[in-house]
Every structure is written in structure tokens, then in C-alpha cells.
């Protein structure tokens, strides 16, 4: 069992920065995959940044590639997600979720996740 706590959103303006955290509780943490989604208001959920458990190869959606660096700590189990040049439709809800997948093509999938955290508002202004 693998709870997830995510951190570190908030309000930022067009072009600023935040750094979203997620905690995760459970012994097996280094064995998963790790992964940031989220969801717009109206929208459905979509795949973000991965990040594998032991290589930490990362992989990344192309409307965020170059801007947001996913990490990760298994001393620590943390999992991080920088954001820089943030733009307004980088709005919605964040989430954090685990999977048992290592292999990124399935890794990225919505019902490919073990476990979910409840997500944190980022909003970003123009």
C-alpha cells in the first residue's frame, strides 16, 4: 500500500515558477514508477511527467517538455515536479500517482496507476 500526498501548489503569474512536491508513505516506494497528471476544469485527466524507479529515466508531455523537470528521492520518498515558464493553461489540478509499470508506454496511461494522491490547485495568471 503506497499512500501519496502532494504539496506546492498555488496562485503564480504567467512566466513564474513552482515547485510541487509529493510525499509518499510505504516501504516499496523505490520500486515504482512515478508520475505527475493532471486536469483542467472540463477536461480529462492527462499524463505530465514520469519518472522510473530505480535509472530515474524520466519522460515528459510535449506541451510541458522543456519547462517542468520531474525528481525524485527514494531516501526521502519524494517525488518532485519543477515548473518554470509557467502559462496559463498549465491550470488544473496536479496530481501525483504510482505504477508498477517500468515501461514509460505504460507508465504514461491513466488506468496503468497504482495509486493516486488527492491532487493541489496550481493557477496560473496572465
Known amino acids: 500500500q503506497v499512500q501519496l500526498v502532494e504539496s506546492g501548489g498555488g496562485l503564480v503569474q504567467a512566466g513564474g515558477s513552482l515547485r510541487l512536491s509529493c510525499a509518499a508513505s510505504?516501504?516499496?516506494?523505490?520500486?515504482?514508477?512515478m508520475g505527475w497528471f493532471r486536469q483542467a476544469p472540463g477536461k480529462e485527466r492527462e499524463f505530465v511527467a514520469t519518472i522510473t524507479s530505480r535509472r530515474g529515466s524520466t519522460y515528459y508531455a510535449d506541451s510541458v517538455k522543456g519547462r517542468f523537470t520531474i525528481s525524485r528521492d527514494n531516501a526521502k520518498n519524494m517525488v518532485y515536479l519543477q515548473m518554470n515558464d509557467l502559462k496559463p493553461e498549465d491550470t488544473a489540478v496536479y496530481y501525483c500517482a504510482a505504477t508498477l509499470w517500468a515501461d514509460q508506454s505504460m507508465a504514461v496511461m491513466i488506468d496503468r496507476q497504482n495509486y493516486w494522491g488527492q491532487g493541489t490547485q496550481v493557477t496560473v495568471s496572465s
Open positions: 510505504g516501504r516499496t516506494f523505490s520500486s515504482y514508477t
